[in-house]
T-cell receptor, first 116, second 117 residues
Framework: GAVVSQHPSWVICKSGTSVKIECRSL??????MFWYRQFPKQSLMLMAT?????????EQGVEKDKFLINHASLTLSTLTVTSAHPEDSSFYIC????????????FGPGTRLTVT | AQKVTQAQTEISVVEKEDVTLDCVYE???????LFWYKQPPSGELVFLIRRNSFDEQNEISGRYSWNFQKSTSSFNFTITASQVVDSAVYFC??????????????FGKGTHLIIQP
């Protein structure tokens, strides 16, 4: 159990376009989901915390108007990179935490975004 | 604020050697969790262990062992008799309760472990 999927696994888009990344908890309900960004050969940095039915909480320095997060159900959160630029190219990883019980965060496989 | 330091950027050893990955953390919270994750070239994070701040018992799982020393704020990870398949980037992470109102993980920069055959 505790499987998290992301779609797409990789995407290439042109500068100025928007890209949506989905994060789904497949076999459990997740009140809270997290979005991380990882640049090549660097660590994961928390971008935002997404709570079902409420606005996301963004970390300092993350533009909320550029990285739109929606958590409309207990199994789905989406991250939309608006007006993408080459510097947004990165590996985006989501994680989900169960609504009840244990505190582990289960990570998705990541989405590699390349903006040309 | 939380901070996790993995001072070893890259470690290279020959297969079958033992290797220890260091992790030092900083937090003002008395309740927190520490994690180790493995990230192979595919990019997917593999959960290895979670330890809470009240449990200082060391843990062994097969060839893996963890040494939690609260007095030195360290949570080191040792691989015994390393194998080529252990080659990956290993991240130490911290989760506390007061981090910006959220409880996402704070990751170290990672240690790239290379096991040579």
């Amino acid at each position: 159990g505790a499987v998290v999927s992301q779609h797409p696994s990789w995407v290439i888009c042109k500068s100025g376009t928007s890209v949506k990344i989905e994060c789904r908890s497949l076999d459990f309900q997740a009140t809270t989901m997290f979005w991380y960004r990882q640049f090549p050969k660097q660590s994961l940095m928390l971008m935002a915390t997404s709570n079902e039915g409420s606005k996301a909480t963004y970390e300092q320095g993350v533009e909320k108007d550029k990285f739109l997060i929606n958590h409309a159900s207990l199994t789905l959160s989406t991250l939309t990179v608006t007006s993408a630029h080459p510097e947004d190219s990165s590996f985006y990883i989501c994680s989900a935490r169960r609504s009840v019980g244990r505190y582990e965060q289960y990570f998705g496989p990541g989405t590699r975004l390349t903006v040309t | 604020a939380q901070k996790v330091t993995q001072a070893q950027t890259e470690i290279s050893v020959v297969e079958k050697e033992d290797v220890t990955l260091d992790c030092v953390y900083e937090t003002r919270d008395t309740t927190y969790y520490l994690f180790w994750y493995k990230q192979p070239p595919s990019g997917e994070l593999v959960f290895l262990i979670r330890r809470n701040s009240f449990d200082e018992q060391n843990e062994i799982s097969g060839r893996y062992s963890w040494n939690f020393q609260k007095s030195t704020s360290s949570f080191n990870f040792t691989i015994t008799a390393s194998q080529v398949v252990d080659s990956a980037v290993y991240f130490c992470a911290l989760r506390a309760y007061s981090g910006g109102g959220a409880d996402g993980l704070t990751f170290g920069k990672g240690t790239h472990l290379i096991i040579q055959p």
